[in-house]
């Protein structure tokens, strides 16, 4: 499981550092997705839509949604 969790973790990485404009050097799995990287509301669904284009997956944006951290983002596409 650890292997899978660090692979999605990749993938958030590189989707919010694409989105983002960032450095992937300077994102952290205890980042909070508001408060450390500014994600507003559009940013966020936007992330949804490319992990389950990247993914091949339905993530309900209930889920999404409920996530304050990098880390809750990872938990929750590992799930799938």
Excluded: P, W
């Amino acid at each position: 499981m650890a292997e899978l969790e660090e692979k999605n973790f990749k993938l958030v990485k590189q989707l919010l550092c694409d989105r983002l404009e960032i450095d992937s050097s300077e994102i952290q799995k205890e980042f909070r997705l508001k408060e450390d990287l500014g994600i507003d509301s559009l940013d966020r669904f936007e992330l949804l839509y490319a992990l389950e284009e990247e993914l091949d997956i339905y993530i309900n944006e209930a889920d999404i949604e409920k996530c304050e951290t990098i880390e809750d983002v990872v938990n929750l596409i590992s799930k799938y």
